[in-house]
């Protein structure tokens, strides 16, 4: 490939911004310089969609009618294990208004479904109402052999306890961003270990150390509470088949729709318009669409199946939890010597239940080791769930380096300077101490009276994470309509504002010029919305489609001008000659010039410019203030800093709502959201949203971003996500906050009022 070598902006706005030089595609544009200097890329620019979502006129999967439409229901299982003996579909199947019944299979060989959870879809019923649908699963008899069950992870861990698989199993990790290492070793329940890449020695290493700290960490299972449910609408007709889906990821849903049915790609087209949201488990095909498209394939009529609630939380996804157990040493002078890990996590009847990989790569330390368990349990299954494996990895990692820095003497952000090599985090800690004014911390337990104040701060890293298998085309129009197509998707997040400003930047125009159609994969492919990628992968392939329409409309104009191409530039709505700009022209002038009615150019994103892949430097710091009354054990979240950064910001708002989203989740992992099993029936006792606690508006504290400008030079945008790195530190840093007002550390969330007054008393 043929390539030139530019001069890229590189460095963080909260330190110095200096020049690297890179090697890169020829066909590729120049480089942006820093955000101060362009129009639109940086900014606060509104929401393309804004006003169908306020009004309402935006259309979601559940919204949908189609004509002859069908509504397809979920029979579930009552036992958390059992084998089917039989399962009798003859009354529903003649009940008036019903057209078809469809049986679950997940397992070749067996000849009804093997029940592995309480909750489990069984069959499903396609009618003509809801109510209809409802009365026909009724009408399903199933005869169960139930057996002995377990949900405890613990319990699950005794060599006696009841096996969820009899054999090893394997499974796929989604675009969400988990880590599901394949080939492990099952013993019972336990798959594992999973060691990582472990280095140096560990007997040296704590040997070399003077202060030896051993700590077990616990977070609790979170369930996703998207607005929307999974769902989707299959409409199979003789020439293709449509699918109107809620999803993170068009093209992983059309890839598996047309798997399972064994039909060409072609003939499967995914859209998604607008989404309600979707934290991880919106990846694939999932159980309701593969249902809804056995219906629709056996009635020839489009049908609709979207997740109750009580299945959204039980059967759709989770974040796993964990028992993370850390030995740290570490030398008086504040460097570490050694690590050592394990942890064991149970995502139900799924994998990917480990810590992740931030105790290995966010600080400096020789000698490291590492053993992460898979706990198989009779319960759903785990998905990813916004920075899977980090946001528990990061509650124990980062209490135990407050906690270090306590032993030997050492305020905790002096101890992460000394052993954190992360510019990006060292500018974070200087901006974030500054905001939240860290100099007025108290001494640990020390505020007086029944409510005490208290302040911590807890850090994190993510991947930069994209994808290659990200393109966008930009077509240009002799009317002057412009479009820029892709079959990346907006979960909710902006990704259509995105692509207007940084195409709008390319050709001089307005955002609101541009057309965004995207959420379809009749157009280019484009990875789902996970691990944060989305940004990083298809707004480089937008720039680079929008500069090469931009140098074909160059060539058909530039006669027109009176002026070489080389020498044409776009802005402020005008094509104009950089040596002589009065020669320039509107660019709808220009279309109009056009000799063709259109032009197209697509183009995908290339790899990093550096050559490197996968890079643990998206970093973010997180300050907490809070007030614990010490009576009540209530915890009142005062108020948040977050210093973030994720490349080149896009849009200024959007991101900041992105990181306020991850916040609030943050709180409610750490002092509310708890999945409660009965462990005498297996069944999810709160499993609606009055009874499965989240914050309220009056929880909501004041937050403060600092977002940074980082430039890496690595892309034709140098833009990052925030999804996954906004969530992590925060129930790590409001965990060292409870310790500074009460000083009592606790070290199992979700930090409720009674393990308050429980570590008060035991004080």
């Known amino acids: 490939m043929d390539t030139k070598k530019i001069k890229m902006p590189y460095g963080i706005s909260e330190d110095a911004i200096t020049e690297v030089e890179r090697e890169v595609p020829l066909n590729e544009p120049d480089a942006w310089p820093v955000n101060e200097k362009l129009k639109h890329v940086g900014k606060r620019v509104k929401r393309l969609d804004a006003y169908a979502k306020v009004t309402g006129e935006a259309r979601y999967t559940s919204d949908i009618q189609l004509s002859g439409m069908l509504i397809g229901k979920m029979l579930i299982s009552a036992h958390p294990n059992a084998k089917i003996r039989s399962i009798d579909t003859s009354a529903a199947e003649k009940l008036p208004g019903v057209y078809a019944v469809h049986v679950i299979k997940n397992e070749e060989e067996e000849a009804y479904p093997v029940v592995r959870y309480a ?41 006696e306890a009841p ?23 099952l013993t019972g329940n336990v798959r594992g270990p999973n060691e990582g890449r472990p280095r140096g020695e560990l007997t040296s290493g704590f040997a070399e150390a003077d202060i030896v700290v ?57 859209l998604v318009e607008f989404m309600g949201g979707g934290f991880g488990a919106k990846h694939g095909l999932g159980t309701h669409g593969a249902a809804a498209g056995h219906l629709a394939k056996k009635t020839g009529r489009p049908v609709k199946m979207m997740a109750t609630r009580k299945e959204e939380q039980i059967s759709q996804g989770n974040r796993p939890n964990s028992i993370h157990h850390l030995k740290v040493g570490v030398k008086k002078s504040g460097e570490l010597t050694a690590i ?19 105790a290995q790569s966010m600080y400096t330390c020789p000698n490291f080791k590492t053993a992460q368990y898979d706990v198989f349990t009779h319960a759903g299954p785990g998905a990813a769930w916004r920075a899977p494996g980090a946001v528990q990895g990061i509650f124990g990692l980062e209490q135990m380096m407050d906690e270090l820095a306590e032993k030997i003497g050492i305020d905790p952000l002096a ?48 991947w ?36 207007a400003q940084v195409v709008a930047e390319e050709f001089g125009l307005e955002p609101e010029d541009i057309m965004v159609r995207i959420g379809d994969t009749l157009f280019p492919d484009a990875p789902g919305s996970g691990g944060s990628q989305v940004t990083a992968s298809i707004t480089p392939a937008a720039r680079n489609a929008a500069y090469q329409a931009k140098l074909k409309l160059f060539n058909m104009v530039a006669s027109n001008l009176e002026t070489d191409v080389s020498d044409l530039k776009a802005a402020d709505g005008y094509i104009f000659s950089s040596k002589d700009e009065t020669k320039k022209m509107t660019f709808k002038e220009a279309l109009k010039s056009m000799p063709v009615s259109q032009i197209t ?29 010490t009576e009540t054990g209530f915890i009142k979240i005062d108020k948040v800093v977050a210093a973030h950064s994720c490349g080149r910001p896009i849009n200024i708002t959007q991101l900041e709502s992105q990181i306020n989203g991850g916040i609030i989740q943050g709180i409610s992992y750490a002092i509310y959201e708890d999945r409660i099993l009965d462990r005498n029936t297996g069944h999810m006792v709160n499993h609606t949203l009055d009874t499965y606690k989240v914050p309220y508006a009056m929880d909501i504290p004041e937050i403060d971003i600092a977002l940074m400008e980082d430039y890496n030079a690595k892309s034709s945008t140098d833009a990052y996500g925030i999804g996954e790195p906004s969530n992590i530190a925060t129930a790590a840093a409001i965990a060292n906050a409870v310790y500074n007002a009460i000083g009592v550390r606790i070290k199992e969330i979700p930090i409720t009022p009674a393990k308050v007054l429980e570590a008060l008393n035991k004080a």
């Open 601 to 629: 150019a697509t183009e995908s994103r290339t790899k990093e410019y550096d050559g490197d892949y996968l890079h643990w430097d998206l970093g973010a710091v997180q300050f907490v203030e809070l007030s614990v009354d």
């Open 340 to 358: 050592e890990q394990k942890s064991y996590g149970t995502a139900g009847v799924g994998l990917g239940a480990g810590v992740g990989g931030v």
């Open 163 to 185: 096996v969820v698989y009899e054999a090893p199993v394997e499974q796929k990790a989604s675009e969400g961003g988990e880590e599901i290492e394949s080939g492990l070793k």
């Open 214 to 270: 051993e700590n077990t960490y616990r977070t609790q299972v979170q369930t996703h509470n998207a607005l929307e449910s999974h769902g989707m609408i299959v409409d199979w007709k003789p020439d293709g088949v449509t699918i109107y889906a809620s999803t993170q990821g068009t093209q992983g849903v059309r890839n598996e729709f047309a798997d399972l049915f064994d039909l060409p790609r072609s003939k499967v087209r995914v």
């Open 415 to 462: 101890f992460r300077d000394k052993v954190d090599p992360s510019r990006v985090r060292k500018a974070g800690r200087k901006v974030g101490a500054e905001r939240m004014d860290w100099s007025r911390r108290k001494p640990t337990g020390s505020d007086p009276g029944i409510i005490k104040k208290g302040i911590g701060m807890a850090q994190s890293s993510w």
């Open 119 to 159: 909750g489990q879809p069984i069959a499903a019923a396609a009618a003509v109402t809801e109510a209809v649908a409802e009365e026909a699963v009724r009408l399903i008899k199933v005869d169960y052999d139930t057996r002995p069950f377990v949900v405890d992870i613990e319990k699950a861990m005794d060599p």
């Open 464 to 499: 930069r994470i994209h994808s290659i298998n990200a393109t966008a085309e930009v077509k240009i129009f002799k009317d002057g309509a412009i479009e820029v197509r892709s079959g990346v998707q907006d979960i909710g997040t902006g990704t259509k504002t995105i692509l």
